[in-house]
């Protein structure tokens, strides 16, 4: 099989790529995944938050012009407007955050900043400990979608334009040619690499990928077959694990995969929809690092355990993370939590760089590997502007309506331009 652009991972980055080539009217556009359906894949396992509140304007831009996308299809992506509430209790974070307001707020974003006392008089349901506040900020233009329907309609989108996709294609390998001099105006190519993705020699970095080569597992079959794939260009749009694909065609990657848990919370109480209904709460980010939500006749709620050692870990801790990081944290902020209970949870990974922003672009050292992964917390917010902007460098090679320069793996070359997002829940 060829591919005129094959993209490795069919999450929500890579679903949005193929929607946003397909409307440029390229052809012959494929998606490989080994799981469609997605039970590892982070698009399914998140929270369904979507700000444009960052700190740089590549993300704010960003996810700015996704929640506009997201606004459109309001009803069929269950978007709503129910603004983010930020509770501060460290003055030093405050203060850095009521530094980045005029910038946001320069961007539309409409950024207030709120004495702990009009928040408890906004929010009547969060009625304790708000004296131990600094301050908040409400954004209302930010809010909450659902991201499965996004990633589904990117998919009919890219499918009516004719894009592929390919199930249970585990991406194990690539064939590589290696450029060692120049004969003339040619290129001469020396060598053929053929590296596998797990476990293998790194491949020479300083060429052109050919071919990808997967394991296709058939269904109700045992084993699996191999398939090789050629390809013009090729994007690395595998999430959390697109270092292991990186570091086997020799480009070091800085991502680590990091478990994030969600727990499904149960308010028992006979009044709490109407209570829900009126405390016109969309997403709450509590000074204690737990941030919640009203989801369905539940609450959603996600705390980061600190020092959590990265890995492939998909554990949800139950009862015990509930009972210890959930529960006291809840009933901490509001009353109306003081008797709820736990209903499942589960854990899902981000991928995390050192400056908490996402990696995208030409991949350096090739003419023909592109990238866009590592989107720690922000994927889902940020998968419209960040298809589309791909979908323009693959095919005419520079960037046009969306500019992510600012997001090229070679910032990591110097701190200074780091895209250092430090209110990363
Ligand atoms: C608990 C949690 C809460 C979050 N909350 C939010 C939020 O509120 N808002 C927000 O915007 N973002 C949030 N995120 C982050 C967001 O979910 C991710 O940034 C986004 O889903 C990343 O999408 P992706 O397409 O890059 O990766 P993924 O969705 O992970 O897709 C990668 C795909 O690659 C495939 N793959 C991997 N290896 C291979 C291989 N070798 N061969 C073939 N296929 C392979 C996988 O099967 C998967 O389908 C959260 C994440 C988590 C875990």
Redesign the pocket.
Same mark, same amino acid.
């Given at each position: 099989m060829h591919a005129n652009v094959l993209i490795?991972? *069919? /999450?929500?980055?890579?679903?949005s790529l193929a929607a946003a080539l397909a409307t440029r009217g390229v052809k012959d556009v494929v998606v490989?995944?080994?799981?469609?359906a997605?039970v590892?894949?982070?698009?399914?396992?998140?929270? *369904? /938050?979507?700000r444009a509140t960052w700190w740089h304007p590549v993300n704010i831009e960003t996810c700015s012009a996704t929640l506009r996308f997201f606004a459109e299809h309001s009803e069929r992506f269950g978007f709503r407007k129910s603004g983010y509430l930020w509770l501060y209790d460290d003055a030093g974070l405050y203060a850095k955050a009521m530094s980045v307001q005029e910038l946001q707020n320069r961007h539309g974003l409409g950024v207030e900043s709120l004495a702990p006392t009009d928040a408890a008089s906004r929010f009547p349901l969060l009625d304790r400990n708000l004296s131990e506040l600094v301050g908040a900020t409400f954004s209302p233009s930010d809010g909450l979608v659902n991201?499965n329907a996004v990633r589904a309609y990117y998919r009919e989108q890219a499918e009516c334009g004719g894009v592929r996709f390919c199930n249970r294609?585990?991406?194990?390998g690539v064939r590589t040619e290696r450029v060692t001099g120049r004969g003339g105006s040619q290129r001469r190519v020396a060598e053929v690499d053929v590296v596998a993705?797990a476990k293998g020699d790194v491949a020479d970095s300083a060429g052109q990928i050919r071919s990808v080569l997967?394991q296709h597992r058939v269904p109700r079959d045992e084993g699996t077959e191999d398939v090789t794939l050629s390809c013009d260009s090729v994007v690395n749009?595998?999430?959390?694990?697109s270092a292991?694909?990186s570091a086997k065609v020799g480009v070091p990657d800085m991502t680590e995969p990091v478990r994030?848990?969600?727990s499904l919370v149960d308010v028992h109480s006979k009044d709490w929809p109407e209570a829900q209904e009126r405390s016109g709460l969309g997403m709450v980010v509590d000074a204690s690092g737990l941030y919640f939500h009203p989801e369905g006749p539940h609450i959603l709620a996600?705390y980061s355990t600190p020092n959590e050692a990265p890995g492939f870990d998909f554990e949800y801790d139950g009862d015990e993370f509930f009972q210890e990081q959930v529960w006291p944290r809840l009933a901490h902020r509001a009353s109306a939590f003081e008797a709820c209970g736990h209903v499942r949870g589960w854990?899902?990974?981000?991928?995390v760089t050192p400056d908490c922003s996402g990696i995208a672009g030409a991949v350096p050292g090739f003419s023909n590997l592109y990238e866009?992964?590592?989107?720690?917390?922000?994927?889902?917010?940020?998968?419209f502007a960040v298809g589309r902007a791909l979908a323009a460098l693959v095919t005419t090679g520079r960037y046009d309506e969306f500019d992510l320069g600012p997001l090229t793996r070679t910032r990591f070359g110097a701190p200074e331009r780091w895209v250092q997002e430090e209110l990363h829940i």
């Open positions: 490795l991972g *069919g /999450g929500i980055i890579g679903t490989v995944d080994l799981d469609l997605g590892y894949a982070s698009s399914e396992l998140n929270a *369904g /938050g979507a991201p294609h585990y991406v194990a993705v997967t749009c595998l999430g959390a694990w292991l694909f994030r848990q969600i996600g854990a899902g990974l981000y991928a866009a992964h590592s989107f720690t917390g922000r994927g889902v917010m940020q998968s």
